[in-house]
């Protein structure tokens, strides 16, 4: 929540002892309409600024050299007992909460971009097997806090090439959380191109968080998700779509994957938006066997410049109470509103793990068969040492140059196979749309503070 910081913080400081570390690292100046604002990094605290602290802030974080007074500065922002809420600790590794299962790792489409190489990620078409994905339910079971809700998710490839698999372990998983005392919930991630209408009812049933991969309008769609035999594969999502919709699952998501020849991506979204998803959002390709498809770190000014643009349409909705669901800029905004703070990117490795069809563990669904990312197996359970250890180096505070980024725990670092792939390019874009993303926050928060306060009842009124 925004306070002024003119309430917060003493202007005449005594002095204190600190170890130089540059202030732009833990504080961040930002504009909005409505003025001048203050990102407290630790902690993800906005504030609003009078004038004096503005240019007073300014100042310093210009100087960039540690007086008495920033260290004071700093100081006045530690919560009792100087303690900070993110510290350079690692996180031990905690009880699972969610797994996903590479239950088809293989695909019916032959996307131009596809990361995982149709689903064989580099290897042989493969299906999990019924004992295979009961084990993996039982390790997350096992391996999971008691009591806490749980998620398993189904994953490929394309998943529904295996779909008896899905119908059994649905229902299967049900049961075991029943029993052990926990609510099991259910995602699913499809090109949308083989849903039927019994694969509908079971995922409206259990309450499916479904996301579909839909590229934009036919024309492009067609372009960059064709069968293997060159043939589109637009009209078969809208088929499935129209299957889901008729059904409704739990939640229903469109992931829309960029491209560098995507082009402007708000006619994109609106497309998108307008066949029935309860929201949309973007992705651009980092990692491509085909160069061509995907982002350079030239290409992301341009990226930045059209999701600036479809997130200042969500919000000119937001202003006027209507809904225009880009989960993007939503998310963003909830993030910054609880105050999300993370030295991580993900829940890889840490609560999150992902099993490939023989029962091996790993960091996530994009890390499966990669030995670096293996972190042992339903069958013998997940080796904690392997966790502990991709914690330790993975935290945000110990990678360069994510370390001295202002925008540390909001972003966390950067998708792991990402960056093992291709290093950090998109950073600048990343700190340009949590800026934006920072701002837009500060107004919505003053001009509708009950979309923040009440967001399930707020497009009702
Ligand atoms: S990946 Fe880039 S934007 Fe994210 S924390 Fe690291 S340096 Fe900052
Ligand atoms: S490592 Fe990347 S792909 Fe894997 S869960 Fe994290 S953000 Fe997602």
Redesign the pocket.
């Known amino acids: 929540m925004k306070v002024a910081v003119s309430e917060s913080i003493d202007p005449n400081p005594t002095k204190s002892a600190a170890a130089h570390v540059p202030l732009s690292r833990d504080f961040h100046l930002f504009e909005s309409q409505l003025g001048n604002h203050l990102l407290v990094v630790d902690g993800s605290q906005v504030f609003d600024l009078d004038p004096f602290w503005a240019e007073q802030l300014e100042k310093w974080l210009v100087a960039e050299e540690l007086t008495a007074e920033m260290t004071a500065f700093r100081q006045s922002f530690l919560m009792p007992g100087g303690k900070v809420a993110i510290n350079d600790t690692p996180l031990e590794p905690p009880p699972l909460r969610s797994l996903s299962l590479n239950i088809a790792q293989s695909c019916n489409l032959g996307c131009q971009y596809c990361y995982a190489d149709a689903g064989k990620f580099g290897g042989h078409a493969q299906f999990m097997a019924q004992d295979v994905a009961e084990q993996g339910v039982e390790r997350l079971i096992i391996e999971a806090e008691p009591g806490v809700d749980l998620v398993v998710g189904f994953m490929g490839g394309e998943p529904l090439l295996n779909r008896q698999l899905i119908h059994h372990i649905t229902r299967y998983a049900s049961q075991r959380g029943q029993e052990t005392g926990h609510k099991i919930r259910f995602s699913l991630t499809t090109n949308g191109t083989l849903i039927e209408p019994e694969d509908a009812a079971l995922f409206a049933a259990y309450g499916f968080n479904i996301s579909v991969s839909i590229d934009g309008p036919q024309w492009l769609h067609d372009r960059l998700r064709p069968t293997p035999k060159g043939r589109g594969s637009y009209e078969a999502v809208l088929r499935g779509l129209e299957r889901l919709k008729a059904k409704r699952p739990g939640h229903l998501s469109a992931r829309i994957t960029v491209t560098p020849q995507t082009g402007q991506l708000l006619p994109i979204l609106r497309h998108v938006l307008s066949l029935g998803f309860d929201d949309a959002g973007f992705a651009p390709v980092l990692v491509s066997p085909n160069p061509d498809y995907a982002f350079e770190a030239e290409d992301f000014s341009q990226f930045l410049e059209d999701m600036l643009e479809c997130g200042q349409v969500c919000q000119q909705h937001l202003l006027d109470g209507k809904r225009f669901p880009f989960t993007n800029f939503e998310t963003a905004l909830h993030e910054i509103h609880r105050g999300s703070h993370r030295p991580y990117p993900c829940g890889a490795g840490a609560g999150y793990l992902s099993m490939n069809s023989q029962g091996k563990l790993y960091a996530c669904h994009r890390l499966v068969d990669n030995e670096q990312w293996a972190l042992g197996s339903a069958q013998d359970g997940s080796n904690f040492e392997a966790r502990q250890e991709l914690l330790k180096r993975s935290h945000?505070n110990s990678r360069s140059?994510?370390r001295n980024?202002w925008?540390?725990y909001l972003?966390g670092?950067?998708c792991y196979h990402e960056v093992s792939q291709q290093g950090?390019i998109a950073?600048d874009y990343?700190?340009g749309w949590l800026e934006f993303c920072l701002a837009a926050y500060a107004e919505l928060s003053t001009a509708r503070p009950e979309y923040f306060l009440t967001p399930e009842t707020y497009f009702v009124n």
């Open positions: 945000v140059p994510c980024c925008a540390r972003c670092g950067g950090r950073c990343i700190r």
